[in-house]
Each structure stands twice: as C-alpha cells, then as structure tokens.
C-alpha cells in the first residue's frame, strides 16, 4: 500500500483547508483510512477516519463538528476537509491505512509522508 498526501500550506485562523491522501495498493489492507496530526514537541494524535467500504466516518473531539472525512472511489483518495482552522490545528498532517478499525497509531500500517498546516492567528 502506498499513500500519498497533499494539500498542506498555510492558513489563518477561521479559514479551510482541504487535505488529499492519495492510495494505492491491497484494498483489504486499507479498510480504514486515518488522519493523523503531529505538533511539534507532541505525539502523533487521531484527527479522524473513514470506513472505506461504507463511508462511515469517526472523529477525534477535537476537530468534531470543523473537520470532514470523505473518499472518491474513482480517484482512490480520501478528503481531509478542514474548517474554522485554529492555530492549535498546526501540525504535520499524516493519512493512514489499516485492515482493521482503530484510533492510535499503532493500527495502521501504512502510512503517507506527511504534509503541513500551519495556522495562523
């Protein structure tokens, strides 16, 4: 399995932007996709996932309500859509596969190379 992420740059507070995670690979080994967000200084946190096969999505309480997950089967990428940024939102931005439904890092398997947001106030 190989992901690709994009999408990062820069923001000022209460502006959106949208990641794209890119896949590739065994369907079965991407049954869940993840995003992940690392701050400098903190460990890799969940922001949110999506079931690949039913589209279900699951979120970190932190971006509830400002970030949406999606995914284009066609085009094999999955949608990090992010609203209302905070300067708490700066990290480095990771998407993440796995065969089976989890919350931490240590489920997923795959991961992208990761790409930065940074928020402005």
């Known amino acids: 399995v190989q992901l690709q992420a994009s999408g990062g740059g820069l923001a000022q507070a209460g502006d959106s932007l949208t990641l794209s995670c890119a896949a590739s690979g065994r369907a079965a080994a991407r049954y869940v996709m993840g995003w992940f967000r690392q701050a400098p200084g903190k460990e890799r946190e969940f922001v949110g996932g999506?079931?690949?096969?039913?589209?279900?999505?699951f979120y970190a309480d932190s971006v509830k309500g400002r970030f949406t997950i999606s995914r284009d089967n066609a085009k094999n990428t999955v949608y990090l859509q992010m609203n209302s940024l905070k300067p708490d939102d700066t990290a480095v931005y990771y998407c993440?596969?796995?065969?089976?439904?989890?919350?931490?890092?240590?489920?997923?398997?795959?991961w992208g190379q990761g790409t930065l947001v940074t928020v402005s106030s």
């Open positions: 999506i079931i690949w096969t039913t589209a279900n999505t």
């Open positions: 993440a596969a796995s065969s089976r439904y989890g919350t931490r890092p240590v489920a997923y398997d795959y």
